[in-house]
C-alpha cells in the first residue's frame, strides 16, 4: 500500500524513487509483474495491490527505480515508514484505498501458454 500511496502523492511529471526493505516488492513490480500478468495474477499474494501500483506505474512518463534497504538496520526512512505501518495497522477504521484502473487498462484472465497445470488447479 505504501508503494500505492507514494506514486499517487508524487506528480507524474517527478521521477520517482520508490524505497523499501522488501524485495518481493521491488521483484514484483519489476522481474515477475510480466510473467504474473502473464498468469492473470493467479496465485499471486497482493494481486489487487500489484496490480494497482503497475497500472499507476505506467501512468507515469519520468524515470521510475527502485532501491533496497535492509529492514531494522537503522536507516531513518525506514524506521519512519514501519513506524506509520503499525499506526495504520491499529486503526479501529482503515483509510480507504483508491485502487480503481482504468477499464480498458484492467487485463483480465491468463494467457494460456502462460499456464501449467498445478498453476490452473
Not at 531494522?72 to 485502487?99: F, T, V
Request: with cysteine.
Amino acid at each position: 500500500m505504501a508503494v500505492i500511496i507514494a506514486i499517487q502523492a508524487t506528480p507524474p511529471f517527478c521521477p520517482l524513487e520508490i524505497i523499501t526493505d522488501s524485495q518481493y516488492v521491488i521483484d514484483g513490480l519489476t522481474a515477475h509483474l510480466q510473467e504474473w500478468e502473464d498468469r492473470g495474477w493467479i496465485s499471486i499474494n497482493n494481486a489487487s495491490l500489484f496490480k494497482n501500483a503497475a497500472y499507476l506505474l505506467r501512468q507515469r512518463s519520468t524515470t521510475i527505480t527502485f532501491k533496497w534497504v535492509k529492514g531494522h538496520e537503522g536507516n531513518i526512512g525506514n524506521k519512519e515508514s514501519d513506524k506509520l505501518a503499525k499506526e495504520g495497522a491499529e486503526k479501529e477504521i482503515p483509510d480507504r484505498l483508491n485502487l480503481n484502473i482504468a477499464e480498458e487498462l484492467d487485463i483480465q484472465g491468463a494467457k494460456l501458454a502462460a499456464l501449467n497445470q498445478a498453476t490452473t488447479y
